[in-house]
């Protein structure tokens, strides 16, 4: 997740913070398009975003962002 808050810093010219927030606007967006048995997953796709930020990348793990 911390990939994400920096490429939007610098892209978008923004604090960490203000990317943090414009990720949560995007994430509220989308579960509130999907139907409600599918908008669990967009909090579980996230999550898991934010636990591969914290634990050190190694060559095995695939990132379908990258």
């Not at 610098?10 to 203000?18: D, F, I, P």
């Not at 398009?33 to 050190?56: C, H, I, R």
Request: hydrophobic share 40%; aromatic share 6%.
């Amino acid at each position: 997740m911390q990939e994400l808050i920096q490429q939007i810093q610098e892209r978008a010219g923004v604090s960490a913070e203000q990317a943090e927030r414009a990720i949560e606007a995007v994430k509220d967006f989308v579960k509130a398009k999907l139907p409600p048995m599918l908008a669990g997953n967009v909090d579980t796709w996230f999550g898991s975003l934010a636990g591969q930020a914290e634990k050190p990348k190694t060559e095995k793990d695939e990132d379908f962002l990258d």
